[in-house]
């Protein structure tokens, strides 16, 4: 996988983090479904997307000033 390097202003970066937000709060839900339904396979894979986007929200969060 290749490095990108991207320029996005502090507003951008909240952005970003807010939309992954939802996003990770879907996966973590479907995931807790899957549980619920047995379905390892989707567990994997939801659980997976939501440990990935969590990783890239910690990296974004580094550049938002508190």
Not at 10 to 25: F, G, K, Q, R, Y
Not at 34 to 50: C, G, K, L, P, Q
Request: glycine share 2%; aromatic share 4%; charged share 35%.
């Amino acid at each position: 996988m290749a490095d990108v390097t991207l320029t996005f202003s502090t507003d951008e970066i909240e952005m970003l983090v807010d939309a992954l937000e939802v996003d990770l709060e879907g996966y973590a839900e479907a995931a807790k479904e899957a549980r619920m339904n047995n379905n390892r396979e989707d567990i994997v894979t939801f659980s997976e997307a939501a440990t990935r986007i969590q990783v890239l929200l910690d990296k974004l969060r580094e550049h938002i000033e508190e």
